[in-house]
């Protein structure tokens, strides 16, 4: 692997001095080129993308664990080494960030008094490497965003829709074994949580979205079907965090699209486009309304403030008592030991529980990536380039999904490391454009 720096101004490659010593180095006399090294990294350059694809799909599929996001993610790693991918220098922040974490996730496991010690060290372990997901793809999509970011969405969709429909078949009962994908009647599909499961639908769900408002034609009556699709999955999770999410995310897609891409007549349409999306969602809500088991639960879910909100036990109870804890112990009383003091749950706030886990300086590390990766999208943005497509769907999921990280325990959740991934890696390269991508249809993924 070589360390490259994009230009400010262009976002050229510059590669390393022993990179280019290396590129015009001779082979000494009597020797030859090793051949069986230069098949291997063909090889694996020419599987890499595949295989990434293969990876974001699997990351649909977590009814156990380990699931095949991570083993499909331990074929991606060496294929990215053979294939020689860049490290780039601008996406290093988060290496560095994760370095800082590491040695206080693994101090905070050896905290735990009642908590199994393996447990707790597997839970810290399992952070980190998330993380390092999370880095190995803003270094992949920093060579060419528009390109493997495209790739990964697409798989990324893929993956989403198929399970949405299933959730959606299972929840209706118009498949066998419906069952197996609900959870107290709520839909889970192939996720272990509903409250997962509803969140994981709307990344691909913003770019859908873009797609419908800003492109013409066939392309964008897809991207409204796969909206369309996704908003079902995510309503029958009946997770009101889930519904938050996606309509602050809609909103933030459309208002950034308005202000800073669409042109006159892009924005008359987007207009008339949203009326009649918004007409034609309600109406579906309407039909699945009709159906008193789906309006009881949607009634039950939609109350601002159910019983384990409340009082000294319920969420807030909890969050209270977590962060008086968080606040005595510096280095933390480590993973899955909150549960089993006072209360049998879980924090449900990420930004204390990483700070009750991992203690002060690894909580702070953790905070600190989230804002950082929030400060360099949002600066990206107000960047022109036709780069800020990529980075517009990416930025509407990640402000929603760090507010809502405040109210339920996202440090495990894959997707939100792979965004983080993503939104780094779009800015690490946001210099680097495809001719083709002059053309505003041809932005969009």
């Not at 069952?179 to 639908?201: H, I, M, S």
């Not at 459309?254 to 486009?273: K, N, P, W």
């Not at 949607?298 to 969050?319: H, I, M, P, T, V």
């Not at 990420?350 to 990536?369: E, K, N, Q, R």
Request: charged share 15%; net charge positive.
């Amino acid at each position: 692997m070589s360390i490259d720096t994009p230009s400010h101004h262009q976002g050229k490659k510059f590669t390393s001095p022993k990179a280019i010593a290396g590129a015009y180095k001779t082979p000494q006399s009597g020797t030859a080129p090793n051949s069986s090294n230069n098949a291997l990294h063909l090889l694996a350059k020419k599987l890499l993308p595949g295989a990434v694809m293969l990876w974001v799909f699997a990351g649909g599929f977590v009814i156990f664990e380990p699931s095949p996001y991570e083993l499909m993610f331990l074929v991606v790693l060496p294929l990215a080494f053979f294939g020689g991918m860049n490290i780039h220098r601008r996406a290093l922040g988060l290496f560095k960030l994760m370095v800082i974490f590491l040695p206080f996730s693994i101090i905070g496991a050896f905290q735990v008094r009642i908590a199994d010690f393996s447990t707790s060290l597997t839970f810290s372990i399992v952070t980190v490497f998330l993380w390092f997901t999370g880095y190995f793809a803003a270094n992949y999509i920093a060579e060419n965003p528009h390109k493997r970011l495209g790739d990964m969405i697409r798989a990324y969709t893929w993956v989403a829709v198929f399970i949405s429909i299933i959730g959606t078949l299972a929840y209706l009962d118009l498949i066998p074994g419906s069952e197996v994908f609900l959870l107290y009647d709520r839909v889970k599909a192939t996720f272990q949580d509903p409250n997962v499961f509803g969140p994981f639908l709307i990344i691909p769900a913003a770019f859908a979205l873009q797609r419908a408002l800003m492109d013409t034609g066939k392309r964008a009556m897809w991207g409204g079907v796969v909206y369309g699709i996704l908003f079902v999955g995510v309503f029958l999770s009946f997770s009101r965090a889930a519904w938050g999410y996606i309509v602050l995310t809609s909103a933030i897609v459309f208002v950034a699209c308005f202000v800073l891409e669409a042109s006159a007549r892009d924005r008359a349409r987007m207009i008339a486009i949203t009326v009649a999306g918004i007409f034609a969602l309600l109406i579906a809500l309407v039909a699945l309304l009709s159906i008193d088991s789906v309006a009881e639960l949607f009634l039950q879910r939609f109350s601002l403030e159910q019983n384990y909100d409340s009082g000294e036990s319920g969420r807030f109870g909890r969050q209270s008592y977590a962060m008086e804890l968080a606040l005595s112990n510096p280095l933390g009383i480590g993973p899955l030991e909150f549960r089993n003091l006072r209360v049998t749950e879980d924090p449900h706030n990420t930004y204390v529980t990483v700070i009750l886990s991992y203690g002060w300086i690894g909580g702070l590390a953790y905070i600190s990536m989230m804002w950082m990766t929030m400060k360099n999208g949002a600066g990206a943005l107000l960047i022109a380039s036709p780069n800020r497509l990529l980075m517009i769907p990416l930025m509407a999921n990640f402000i929603p999904l760090s507010i809502e990280a405040a109210i339920i325990d996202t440090d495990h959740w894959r997707h939100l490391f792979l965004l983080v991934g993503m939104i780094w890696g779009v800015y690490a390269g946001y210099g680097r454009t495809n001719p083709e991508q002059m053309d505003k249809s041809k932005r969009l993924i």
